[in-house]
């Protein structure tokens, strides 16, 4: 009986002693490395996240790696360059003179009224017409200050070195819209008046009626009211958002047809029909500037 006894105490000290050796030898990770390891692998993803949202660096016309200059440029207040085109009569002859706003992909030979308006409407009104390719496009430098007001600027300055007069007339062509409503908000005393063809909305306007805006926003795809938040509320991850690969990014620079009826359809294989003739000098200076 004893010697039973003495067989379930050593079987028991047998399985203390097991545990004890086993909680002895197994590997703990000093916290002081474990701490330094997780802010090294911190720290790299802060670089990748921050390497990833930067654009690669334009390039510049004009410079021994850039593109070359064919068209008429000015030079602005901070020594960006403005490419621009005139089209219709002369401006010294003109009656109307006006400024239009391309939107985007596009550039200043995307002048969609001097390119669609009859000739003879053109001549009997007096009409002029000037484009330029927005900053970053075409053969304008790209604008890395750019903002809401620096836009409206260099419109008020484009027609100062053009010679337009006191007050010009402003159209802004989708995209374009907005940056013809800066210019309501930013130069209005220079302004003979504003015309937006078919603007795209900024959901974020005080002015436009909440509700209204909710509802068309709503009706907008998924992936493109992403991409709109991820605009408005984090512009500096704008980049990022337009070339990673994990989610769907904005629809509308890959012009998908899903966006336009049917008539909207027709009318755009009218205006972009001749398109093909320049359209790889839309983004001579790189594609995200």
């Given amino acids: 009986m004893a010697t039973g006894v003495n067989r379930k105490i050593s079987a028991a000290s047998a399985r203390s002693h097991s545990r004890r050796a086993n909680k002895s030898s197994s590997f703990q990770l000093p916290a002081g490395i474990l701490r330094t390891t997780l802010a090294v692998l911190f720290i790299g993803f802060l670089a990748w996240a921050y390497q990833a949202a930067q654009p690669p660096p334009p390039k510049i016309c004009g410079t021994p790696d850039g593109p070359p200059i064919t068209a008429p440029r000015i030079k602005l207040r901070d020594g960006r360059h403005l490419a621009y085109k005139e089209h219709c009569v002369p401006k010294d002859e003109a009656k109307y003179k006006i400024i ?20 003879d409407i053109v001549k009997e009104l007096g009409v002029y017409i000037v484009s330029f390719d927005r900053p970053g496009y075409g053969e304008s430098d790209p604008d890395p200050n750019r903002t809401s007001k620096s836009i409206a600027l260099d419109i008020e300055e484009l027609a100062d070195q053009l010679g337009l007069g006191s007050k010009f007339y402003v159209v802004g062509f989708s995209m374009g819209g907005q940056i013809a409503w800066n210019c309501l908000k930013y130069i209005p005393h220079r302004l003979a008046g ?18 209204l805006t909710a509802e068309v926003y709503s009706q907008t795809k998924l992936q493109d009211q992403w991409a709109l938040r991820i605009a408005h509320y984090t512009p500096w991850l704008t980049y990022w958002w337009n070339t990673q690969r994990w989610f769907p990014s904005c629809s509308v620079p890959s ?26 000098s839309i983004m001579l200076l790189g594609e995200y500037n």
């Fill in 194 to 211: 504003v015309a937006l063809l078919a603007p795209v909305v900024n959901y974020w306007w005080l002015d436009l009626p909440a509700n």
């Fill in 100 to 119: 239009f706003v391309h939107g985007i992909n596009s550039c200043r030979h995307d002048a969609v009224i001097a390119n669609t308006l009859s000739p």
């Fill in 255 to 280: 012009h998908s047809p899903d966006n336009f009826s049917k008539q909207d359809r027709e009318l755009l294989s009218k205006l972009l029909g001749h398109k093909g003739n320049y359209e790889v």
